[in-house]
């Protein structure tokens, strides 16, 4: 059953807030909003904290159009993938409450492919999910350049059964939420570094996950929860086993 974490509300200020802008970190709610700004809410178990903006330039607003826009794996940057397969990072700075300016993340074209659905950030690098459930990962050679992808050892992820919703990568596992609102993951049997091997799928909650309800604005993973945003901004968390 589903946990009303009580608090401020989220992404609820005004300017609109894609539902794949807003992203989980350590002990925050991070929210990319369509002008480009960058606010966090604190948040623990069962609260969440006022918004507090990290001033600096617009983020995916500007330059070729974004094609995906992600939270670097230690919550440090934001990685945007534009159409053509760039990598362009912002630092961030929870403390001193501050946005760095874009700088490029060299190497190959990411995520361009028409059939490439989705980048997750790993402790090595960049992983791509396609739409044949394939994961392509591009590794780090150092934190401002990556290499070619190589192909996971994995079952189709996401492919097959009721349509996929939400597909997230959490910790040593992929989750999936499909239209019935069933959460099913895939747990991690080897390293990204040794081919990232994933099992095939098992229910991770007994919950019925954003279906019903006011309808959600985003749905994210954090830590051992998924957390539904819905459109009055209220956060209802959903445990994982």
Same mark, same amino acid.
């Given at each position: ?10 992404? #609820? ?53 974004? &094609?995906?826009?992600?939270?670097? &794996?230690?919550?440090?940057? $934001?990685?945007? $993938? ?68 190589? &192909?996971?050892?994995?079952?189709? $992820? ?10 997230? &990568? ?34 991770? #909650? ?19 929860? $998924? ?15």
């Amino acid at each position: 059953m589903a946990q009303h974490w009580y608090g401020a509300p989220v992404a #609820s200020s005004g300017v609109h807030v894609r539902h794949d802008r807003v992203f989980p970190a350590k002990n925050h709610i991070v929210v990319v909003n369509d002008n480009g700004e960058v606010w966090a809410h604190p948040v623990s178990p069962g609260s969440v904290g006022g918004a507090f903006q990290l001033p600096g330039p617009a983020v995916a607003v500007h330059g070729v159009p974004p &094609k995906f826009v992600i939270l670097d &794996k230690n919550h440090s940057r $934001i990685l945007v $993938i534009n159409a053509a397969g760039e990598v362009w990072a912002h630092d961030l700075d929870f403390n001193s409450h501050h946005t760095g300016n874009a700088y490029h993340v060299q190497g190959p074209a990411v995520g361009h492919a028409s059939h490439d659905l989705e980048i997750y950030a790993t402790k090595h690098g960049l992983a791509v999910r396609n739409a044949n459930g394939e994961i392509w990962v591009h590794h780090y050679v150092n934190r401002n350049a990556y290499g070619g992808a190589s &192909k996971m050892n994995s079952p189709a $992820i996401a492919v097959h059964g009721t349509p996929s919703r939400y597909v997230f &990568k959490s910790h040593r596992r992929f989750i999936v939420v499909n239209t019935a609102g069933e959460v099913w993951a895939h747990q991690r049997t080897a390293g990204w570094d040794h081919g990232g091997n994933f099992a095939g799928a098992y229910k991770a #909650s007994n919950d019925a996950v954003a279906v019903g309800g006011v309808p959600a604005k985003a749905v994210v993973p954090w830590k051992n929860y $998924i957390l539904v945003i819905n459109q009055a901004g209220e956060v209802w968390a959903h445990t994982l086993h």
